[in-house]
């Protein structure tokens, strides 16, 4: 009989964005048939919990441990009775080596971290499983389908909290001069693709941190300025677009969204209005998901004031 296990975030927090097997040909570059574990796409600073009881075997960066790797970001793997469980691309654990935690125990926080430079093209949780005795030339990296040694049968931990609704704002005509073609973009065009994900939206020279592509730095205030987007994706394509704020402990948090339908033409440009506070070691950056491959640029505006 399997053992009874519980997905390792909260119902609600539970949005699949990556399969056991997915993406072959991507993880060809690694030497695996296919993605070794399920991604679940929730926001930095989520509780992670454990999947089952068992004993914390490693926590930390992923290239100090032989099974996890630098792909993995900072990490937590469990020994069960029956195999082991791994959580990646952590912002913080909450745990130690030797600790013994319960089903449900909340073991990190998810992030967006891989010390590799790849791995994490957004907040996710990357949750996988192990038998006891790993065979690490499976094609897998050793990972097995979760649902192959265990029986999910609910989810840990409470809610987070609701997230903040999408709204709309009104679209800026393609001649306007408002929001011109070119010549006031702050960043290359970036390729977002329809993979459920919310990437952060890149500013600088392509390195994704959220710090180096910030469009606002406290302490400054803002009162009714406005950032823009201008993308190109399939004509009835939506982009949803996120104002998050980063706070000095690495946090996370959304304090607007906006939904921006693409034209006929397959076109979305708008003007996004700001008004947030900032205090010193607190940045503003945008995540962006899109329902189709998208090709998306960042305008800043000015009338930012500094305190």
């Given amino acids: 009989m399997m053992p009874e296990a519980l997905w390792p975030v909260a119902e609600r927090d539970f949005v699949v964005t990556g399969e056991f097997g997915n993406s072959p040909g991507y993880y060809a570059q690694f030497g695996q048939l296919g993605h070794n574990g399920k991604d679940i796409g929730v926001w930095l600073g989520t509780p992670v919990y454990a999947m089952y009881d068992g004993e914390v075997v490693f926590e930390g960066w992923g290239q100090n441990h032989p099974w996890m790797g630098g792909i993995a970001g900072i990490c937590v793997l469990l020994r069960h009775w029956w195999g082991y469980t791994g959580y990646a691309h952590l912002s913080a654990t909450v745990v130690n080596i030797g600790q013994w935690v319960g089903k449900g125990q909340q073991v990190a926080l998810s992030g967006d971290t891989s010390s ?16 006891l005795a790993p065979n690490f030339l499976n094609g897998f990296a050793g990972r097995v389908n979760p649902a192959s040694i265990a029986a999910f049968v609910g989810f840990a931990g409470t809610p987070s909290p609701a997230p903040v609704p999408a709204h709309s704002v009104p679209l800026i005509p393609e001649r306007s001069p408002m929001l011109p073609v ?10 977002i693709p329809a993979d459920g994900r919310h990437h952060l939206l890149l500013r600088k020279d392509g390195k994704v941190t959220r710090k180096r592509n910030q469009f606002a730095a406290g302490p400054c205030e803002m009162t009714h300025r406005n950032v823009a987007i201008r993308a190109t994706a399939k004509p009835g394509a939506v982009l949803t677009v996120s104002i998050c704020r980063y706070d000095s402990d690495n946090s996370e948090t959304v304090i607007d969204r906006v939904e921006l339908p693409a034209n006929e033409r397959g076109v979305v440009r708008a003007l996004i209005p700001v008004t947030e506070k900032l205090e010193a070691g607190q940045g503003l950056y ?10 998306v640029t960042l305008y800043k505006f000015r009338g930012f004031k500094q305190r």
């Fill in 116 to 131: 590799s430079g790849a791995g994490s093209t957004g907040p996710h949780l990357h949750a996988e499983t192990l038998p």
């Fill in 182 to 191: 070119s010549g006031s973009s702050t960043a290359l065009p970036q390729k």
């Fill in 286 to 295: 945008l995540r962006v998901r899109a329902t189709a491959d998208a090709t």
